[in-house]
């Protein structure tokens, strides 16, 4: 039994034909007055259903147009304030940096009071060497500011070391906690001497190790403050060094021997003062 084949119009040909049916209503209803209600009616069944369709479409279109361009509007804006950020982050960097300097500026300020007797030369450092301690270091001033070897060297606490190197606009400082430095010192309530060695191995404990005391009244204890002494040869006396956190009697039952908190931050120096006196009377212990 064969099949008919059955007909079928392609869609645009349908919505063409309708174009011409709704025009030629529109022109008889113009051109002859008669009523045309009942075309009327299929106009509205059928073009109203295709007006709100393509309503619709544009309406779609139109959202999704203005949710892009509020997408890329809060992208903008978005990206503005991360510039913001970024940039109220480097001037809080900058603010907090600028704070820090300043406090240790007063910090140096405050010490050049404490020693009013010693001409003083503010200076930065620009170089040490490797590892978390400030053992030995460059600073940015040299011979051309007066500086000579054996001046001494403080920051806003306390004793740093002494200028064994120098060259026209730059020096090297030893610290008092390299292995090399011994300074003569004295328990600054008793005056009993002492000697102070650098020790890093000690300084994962914040600590510098004394020897030598002579304390044959035991008047010294933990917490008295330690000072260059007046018979050191190279440093100018009563600078502190630190304070007495452990004392222990050696075994030929006559010396004392210990610990000592540094006064200064060995591990965070950035600025340091440099005494421009140097002691008077020659000495060979250091």
């Known amino acids: 039994m064969n099949n008919k084949k059955r007909f079928s119009l392609p869609p645009k040909y349908i919505l063409f034909i309708l174009a011409i049916f709704c025009l030629g209503a529109m022109f008889v209803t113009f051109a002859t007055k008669v009523s045309v209600a009942p075309i009327k009616?299929?106009?509205?069944?059928?073009?109203?259903?295709?007006?709100?369709?393509?309503?619709?479409?544009?309406?779609?279109?139109?959202?999704?147009?203005?949710?892009?361009?509020?997408?890329?509007?809060?992208?903008?804006?978005?990206?503005?304030?991360?510039?913001?950020?970024?940039?109220?982050?480097?001037?809080?960097?900058?603010?907090?940096?600028?704070?820090?300097?300043?406090?240790?500026?007063?910090?140096?300020?405050?010490l050049d009071e404490k020693y009013t007797g010693y001409e003083k030369v503010a200076a930065r450092i620009i170089a040490k060497d490797t590892g978390n301690w400030f053992n030995t270091f460059i600073v940015d001033k040299g011979e051309k500011n007066g500086i000579k070897k054996d001046m001494n060297v403080i920051d806003g606490s306390g004793l740093v070391g002494i200028v064994v190197e120098t060259g026209d606009n730059w020096a090297r400082i030893r610290s008092i906690i390299d292995d090399s430095s011994?300074?003569?010192?004295?328990?600054?309530?008793?005056?009993?001497?002492?000697?102070?060695?650098?020790?890093?191995?000690?300084?994962?404990?914040?600590?510098?190790?004394?020897?030598?005391?002579?304390?044959?009244?035991?008047?010294?204890?933990?917490?008295?403050?330690?000072?260059?002494?007046?018979?050191?040869?190279?440093?100018?006396?009563?600078?502190?060094?630190?304070?007495?956190?452990?004392?222990?009697?050696?075994?030929?039952?006559?010396?004392?021997?210990?610990?000592?908190?540094p006064a200064v931050d060995f591990e965070h120096l950035s600025e340091v003062l440099i005494i421009k006196n140097l002691k008077e009377q020659p000495h060979t212990e250091e």
Not at 54 to 81: H, P, Q, R, S
Not at 227 to 242: A, F, Q, W
Request: charged letters at 25%; a negative charge.
């Open 182 to 261: 011994n300074v003569s010192s004295m328990v600054l309530s008793t005056q009993d001497l002492c000697m102070v060695k650098g020790n890093l191995e000690l300084m994962s404990d914040n600590t510098i190790e004394f020897e030598k005391l002579v304390d044959s009244d035991n008047n010294v204890a933990v917490g008295e403050q330690v000072v260059t002494s007046n018979v050191s040869g190279k440093y100018l006396e009563g600078i502190l060094i630190g304070y007495i956190t452990e004392i222990k009697e050696d075994s030929n039952q006559i010396t004392k021997s210990g610990y000592i908190s």
């Open 41 to 110: 009616n299929v106009v509205g069944y059928v073009i109203v259903p295709m007006q709100k369709g393509i309503n619709k479409v544009g309406g779609w279109f139109g959202d999704k147009t203005l949710e892009f361009k509020t997408l890329e509007e809060v992208k903008k804006e978005n990206k503005d304030l991360q510039a913001q950020i970024a940039d109220l982050k480097v001037e809080n960097s900058k603010l907090l940096q600028e704070r820090y300097e300043l406090d240790r500026l007063r910090q140096l300020f405050e």
